[in-house]
């Protein structure tokens, strides 16, 4: 099958931890891979953001990465992207009806916007993974929401007019649901983890009581960090990493690590805060592997593949109650889950954690498992491709008929 997906923002050749660079960057990269080793041709079009980037890539993984020329070709936040969609649509149009693929597979609103506008000309059907929802996004961010104004409603429209959404979670089904769409055009299929990479070293088995904390993420405030910051005052000894942001030597400069440092500060325990930076994907094994508890409590989270990559190396995961965390994290066998913005609540659940050693090894045990029997991304692939295949004939049929 050849396979083209659309990921405006996300390059999945993009060097992790920066402002718009997360999870999804490493779920389409990884997607794509997977897919491409069973066999599919599996191009990504990406919008061109370096004027010195060539148009077309082949990735170590086997697929291809074209980047689009949509606006200046310089990094442009995501939040300010849709007034070149149009442009972004335009591009994939043309490629389209010159070059043949039989199904699009969008990733956000915004490539779910410019694919099926492209995908009208060629009759291709398009799936769509949204990733994130801004109804959600405006109802914890409330005025700090920096999404277009016209967010939301592009989004319902986009449930509409998509032929099928791959939703991440059982909890952004529902989500969807209250946008208008039909439950029945709805699948689950989670973010996967690359169980090769991500894999515990050494011994698990129970050692001297812990204190290493990580937690994992974009710098942004919604990822909770000043939560887990405030949670230290009642954790005394316990260390703190966080991995995410800039280049090391750029963090002094990073807004939000000066805020976070200042709340640090103010609690009196900055020397216990450890700022690691951007961190490759393929060294995040090494840094899970190293800590005691991995903590990731969002205010909210369509899927999280933070833990995900910690359970796989048999780390547990204290997590927020929210979106995706729901369906990976099991309470009391793989980890605990605890309300966001309570940090009194979180550093309960931490202390317990980090005092009984045998706990926190059965619970990585557990979530090792967990991750082998539900979210090995070669799993994931295989279910994509049910999908696919179900919609492509389906699409087919209603054009016959």
């Not at 952004?172 to 769409?181: A, N, S």
């Not at 539900?374 to 179900?390: I, P, T």
Request: net charge negative; hydrophobic share 40%; charged share 25%.
């Amino acid at each position: 099958m050849r396979i083209a997906m659309v990921s405006e923002h996300a390059n999945p050749l993009a060097a992790l931890g920066g402002h718009d660079a997360g999870g999804q960057n490493v779920y389409v990269a990884a997607l794509a891979g997977r897919l491409a080793r069973r066999g599919h041709e599996v191009t990504v079009f990406t919008r061109r953001d370096d004027a010195s980037a060539p148009l077309r890539i082949t990735a170590p993984d086997g697929y291809v990465v074209e980047h689009v020329p949509a606006g200046p070709p310089t990094e442009i936040p995501k939040d300010e992207l849709l007034g070149h969609m149009s442009e972004f649509a335009q591009y994939l149009r043309l490629r389209w009806l010159n070059e043949k693929f039989d199904i699009v597979h969008s990733h956000f609103w915004m490539s779910g916007l410019a694919a099926v506008d492209a995908a009208e000309a060629s009759g291709l059907p398009v799936v769509h993974t949204f990733h994130a929802l801004g109804s959600v996004k405006r109802r914890f961010q409330g005025n700090h929401d920096t999404s277009p104004a016209s967010r939301v409603s592009l989004e319902a429209r986009l449930c509409r007019t998509v032929d099928h959404v791959l939703a991440t979670c059982d909890d952004e089904v529902q989500e969807l649901v209250r946008l208008g769409l039909d439950p029945g055009t709805a699948t689950v299929v989670p973010c996967g983890v690359d169980v090769d990479l991500f894999r515990p070293t050494g011994s698990v088995e129970p050692t001297a009581p812990g204190r290493q904390l990580l937690t994992v993420g974009r710098l942004v405030e919604r990822k909770g960090t000043a939560d887990i910051i405030r949670a230290l005052q009642w954790l005394p000894g316990a260390e703190l990493t966080i991995a995410g942001g800039p280049s090391a030597d750029s963090l002094v400069l990073d807004p939000e690590v000066i805020r976070l440092t200042e709340l640090a500060q103010s609690l009196g325990v900055k020397e216990r805060v450890h700022f690691a930076g951007s961190v490759s994907h393929e060294q995040m094994p090494q840094l899970f592997n190293a800590v005691d508890v991995v903590v990731t409590v969002p205010w909210y989270e369509p899927f999280g593949i933070v833990p995900l990559e910690a359970m796989a190396c048999g780390r547990p995961v204290v997590g927020s109650a929210v979106g995706g965390l729901l369906d990976t994290v099991v309470p009391g066998k793989t980890g605990e889950l605890v309300p966001p913005h309570r940090p009194d609540l979180l550093a309960q659940q931490l202390r317990r954690l980090l005092e009984e050693p045998a706990r926190r090894a059965a619970y990585g045990e557990a979530g090792r498992r967990r991750v082998h029997s539900r979210y090995r991304w070669e799993e994931v692939a295989r279910r994509m491709e049910q999908v696919y295949d179900g919609v492509s004939a389906r699409v087919t049929s209603e054009v016959v008929s």
